[in-house]
C-alpha cells in the first residue's frame, strides 16, 4: 500500500542534541512538508519541498533543518537552537503543484520529547 | 495574512445528537478549503474539499458546507467512532495552506 511512514514515533532527547526525524514515501509525490502540532494549536509550517535538491523555509523553521536528496525521502533535523522541540511532527505529501491536486497525505507522526 | 478560526474548540455530544463544527476564515483568493479527521496520536485523514460558496460534500454521517466567510461540518447521529480532531484548512492564491485549532469532538454512548 502506499504512503507515508514516519519514524520514530517516539523520541527522546536531551537538551543541546540534535534529532533526525525520518520522513519517506512511495505515492511518487512531487512536494513535501513537514508540520509541527502543539496541543490546541493549528499545524504550523516548517519547510516544504516541491522538487528534489530544493527546499523553502515555513512560518517557523528557526531551529530546524531538510534536505530533500531524493524524491522519496525528507528528513528533519531539529538542532539545538530550537528553544521548544517537544511537539507532535507530522511529514506529508502531494503529487505536485502542477498537477493542481491539492490534498495532503500524512504520515502518522513522530512526538518529540525534550528531557 | 491568512486566517482560519475553528468554534467550538471542543464539544461533548451524546449519542445520535446532531450539530455542527464551525470554521471561519480570511484568505487571499480561496484556492479551496479543506476538512481533515484526526485521531489521537495519528496524522490527520482527508475528509471533503470545498472550492465555491454553496458547495456541499457529504460522507457518511458527515456534510460540509462552505460560504464566502465559513464552512460548516454539519454531523448527523453522531456515534462514539465519530470521536476526533476535525481540522479545517484553507489554501490560499499562493498555494499556501492555513490549518485552524480544530474541534476536539467527544460522542459519549
Known amino acids: 500500500d502506499g504512503g507515508i511512514t514516519q519514524s520514530p514515533k517516539y523520541l527522546f532527547r536531551k537538551e543541546g542534541q540534535n534529532v533526525t526525524l525520518s520522513c519517506e514515501q512511495n505515492?511518487?509525490?512531487?512536494?513535501m512538508y513537514w508540520y509541527r502540532q502543539d496541543p490546541g494549536q493549528g499545524l504550523r509550517l516548517i519547510y516544504y519541498s516541491q522538487i528534489v535538491n530544493d527546499f523553502q523555509k515555513g512560518d517557523i523553521a528557526e531551529g530546524y533543518s531538510v534536505s530533500r536528496e531524493k524524491k522519496e525521502s525528507f528528513p528533519l533535523t531539529v538542532t539545538s537552537a530550537q528553544k521548544n522541540p517537544t511537539a507532535f511532527y507530522l511529514c506529508?505529501?502531494?503529487?505536485?503543484?502542477?498537477?493542481?491536486?491539492?490534498?495532503?497525505?500524512f504520515g502518522a507522526g513522530s512526538r518529540l520529547t525534550v528531557l | 495574512e491568512d486566517q482560519v478560526t475553528q468554534s467550538p474548540e471542543a464539544l461533548r455530544l451524546q449519542e445520535g445528537e446532531s450539530s455542527s463544527l464551525n470554521c471561519s476564515y480570511t484568505v487571499s483568493g480561496l484556492r479551496g478549503l479543506f476538512w481533515y479527521r484526526q485521531d489521537p496520536g495519528k496524522g490527520p485523514e482527508f475528509l471533503f474539499t470545498l472550492y465555491s460558496a454553496g458547495e456541499e460534500k457529504e460522507k457518511e454521517r458527515l456534510k460540509a458546507t462552505l460560504t464566502k466567510k465559513e464552512s460548516f461540518l454539519h454531523i448527523t447521529a453522531p456515534k462514539p467512532e465519530d470521536s476526533a480532531t476535525y481540522l479545517c484548512?484553507?489554501?490560499?492564491?499562493?498555494?499556501?495552506?492555513?490549518f485552524g485549532g480544530g474541534t476536539r469532538l467527544m460522542v459519549k454512548p
Open positions: 506529508a505529501s502531494r503529487p505536485g503543484v502542477r498537477t493542481g491536486a491539492n490534498v495532503l497525505t
Open positions: 505515492l511518487n509525490h512531487d512536494a
Open positions: 484548512a484553507v489554501r490560499d492564491a499562493g498555494n499556501m495552506l492555513t
